[in-house]
Structure formats: structure tokens, C-alpha cells
């Protein structure tokens, strides 16, 4: 199969229209089988129920070409799941993890062509959704909905890659105690604009928002969950129940356990903690960011940069993301049923 004629190593973080995507639909209560289709445009009514009330919920996950020419997927059977809890949580009805996996393997494998070669840093980015698509006019769930999932190619989703990012403490809010922060929904992102255009402006690369109730506890970033070490083989990891339980991270959290010997603490983080140098790196973590170090951290005027500082990702951040890319693409065995092959 040939490859399609793009600059791999030098992609951004961007949609790029493929060839296929799966599409299914649910009316009179029930899931068709879904079937992929070359059409990237949707047609529905004015009222759709996610135009109104933005009742749709999405994954993310990425499919890679390993180093022997295969593709694979990383865990998507945790994604199934999670689109499963978010989809309930918006009463939308969930699709099953059988047709999760098969609208992933369709979706891979018909557009194989896009998959970034092993070695370019780059991978196909897999997005699907489901969304509320008949008219809803009072304040209800939508009756019929659609399933989607497409691919694109992507880069690192910090120019730069894996280059320290400086961050800034958000004034605004994320997710409510009890509201929908553990899920993946469109809506949380929505109100997450307005402090990333704000955060873009004043210079930094992301935000990191505090728990809502007493704005003392890390939570995580708009795009990731965030990682910490001491400098002396733990790794502390934010506990929380309105972030979203990152794959990345729990992964991670078990790499860096099993693979690389280190202590776990999953625990409430201070962000005075963090302020006052308890920790040697931190980083973000997500499908889309990998391990993105963090450089400095700015808190109203008040800053701290890591010991790994703005130059160089730290050494355990490093062992960290060269571990899980190992273990994703195919060159570090893994854990039983972490790497799923697609077939061609
Ligand atoms: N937190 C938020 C808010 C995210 O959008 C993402 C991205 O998916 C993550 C965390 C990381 O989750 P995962 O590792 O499952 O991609
Ligand atoms: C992902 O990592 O898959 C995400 O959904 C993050 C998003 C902000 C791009």
C-alpha cells in the first residue's frame, strides 16, 4: 500500500480530511450496524440537539506504524469504555465496545494510506463522537443520534514536541465537584475557549485549572491530565473526581510501576506544593500530548520553573515517554491487550 505524498515529520496538530469515516445511526431506539462512507459533511436539522444543547460526547486515541510495517492501536478497548460513561452521563445511548473496535478497525484500515510512517514522530489521530441530531426544542435528550469516527494525521500537539511548555493557573473553572469534568464532552471544552484564547494571548501554552470548590488542588489542563515526580523515584499523580481518567495516565501510572521501579502516590496535589519546588518535573499527559514537560508554572505573577527547566525535558519525564512510545509502537513488549493490531 502507498503512503500518501506529506511532509510526516513536519505535521501540526490539525485536521486533515481523509479518504473514509464509519458512520451509524441510531433511530426508533436502536443502533444501526454503521457502515464507512468517503462523505466528510453532515447534513441535519436547524434543532439538532447538539447544536442546542451541545449534547455530544468524544474520544481521541491514535493508531501507529510499527517499526515491522504493522498498524496498531493503543487500548482502544478503554476508550469504548469511556465513550460508554460519557455517553450515559448526557443520556445519550452508548454504542457497544463491539462496534467501538469495529468502526476503529474500518476506520484504520481503510485509510491506511494516512498512517504516518514509524520513525516520523507523527501518527493518525482517531476522533469518534456522538452527537444528538433531531430537533430538540424544550430542554430534553435528543431522540435520534449519530455515531462518527474519522482519522487524521497529526503531529505533536505542542510546537516544539516534547520542548518544556510554560503553563498559567486559569482564574476560571474546568469542571464543577459533581458536575461533568470526568467525562469526555464537547461542552467541557466549550467553556474552556474563552481561558485558552486568554492563556494563548498572555503568552502561555496551556492552563492549568484548580478544583472549583477551594482553588487549592491541582486538577489538570484543558487537554491533559498532569504528572509530577520528586526527583527521587515517585511518582505523584493528582487525584481527583472531576478530571477526566486520562488512558495516558493510567498507563503511565502502571509503566512507571512495573517497566521502571518507581513508587506511585495518587493523591490530592497542593498546588503550593507544586509552587514551592516539591518537585523536580512535571508533565502533561493525554493521547494528543504524550508526555508534554512542563517548564514553568505561573500563578498570578508568582512562578516556578522545574528543576528540568525550559530547555530540556527532565530525565524521568524522558524514561517516561520513550517507555510508553516504546510500548505503543511496538519496540517495548506490552502488557497483555495493550496493543491492538489493525487488520489489512
Ligand atoms: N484530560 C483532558 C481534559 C483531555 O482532553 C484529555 C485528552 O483526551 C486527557 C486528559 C487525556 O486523556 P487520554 O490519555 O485518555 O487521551
Ligand atoms: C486527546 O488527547 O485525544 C484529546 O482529546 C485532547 C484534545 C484537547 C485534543
Known sequence: ??????????????????????????TNGAWDEGALTADDMITMSEDAGVLQYAQTVFE?????????????TFRPDLNAERLHDSALRLEIPPITKEMFLKSVQETVAANAAWVPP???GASLYLRPYIFGINPVIGVKPADDYQYRIFATPVGPYFKGGAKPISIKVSDFDRAAPHGSG???????????????VTAHNEGFAEN???????RTKIEETGGANIIFTDGNGTLVVPKSDSILPSITRRSLVYVAEH?????IEEREVLLEEVMSGKFTEGGLCGTAAVISPIGKITDHGREFTFASGMEEMGPVMTKLRETLTGIQMGEIEAPEGWVVEIKL
Do not use: C, Q
Not at 7 to 20: A, E, G, I, Q, V
Not at 182 to 196: E, V
Not at 259 to 263: R, V
Open 1 to 26: 500500500m502507498e503512503k500518501k505524498n506529506l511532509d510526516w515529520s513536519n505535521l501540526s496538530f490539525s485536521y486533515m480530511k481523509t479518504d473514509y469515516r464509519f458512520v451509524a445511526n441510531y
Open 60 to 72: 481521541g486515541l491514535k493508531a501507529y506504524e510499527t517499526k515491522d510495517g504493522r498498524i496498531v
Open 118 to 120: 514509524f520513525g516520523s
Open 182 to 196: 470526568n467525562i469526555k464532552a464537547g461542552l467541557n471544552y466549550a467553556m474552556s475557549l474563552h481561558a485558552i
Open 208 to 214: 492549568v485549572y484548580l478544583d472549583p470548590a477551594t
Open 259 to 263: 517497566y521502571l521501579g518507581m513508587k
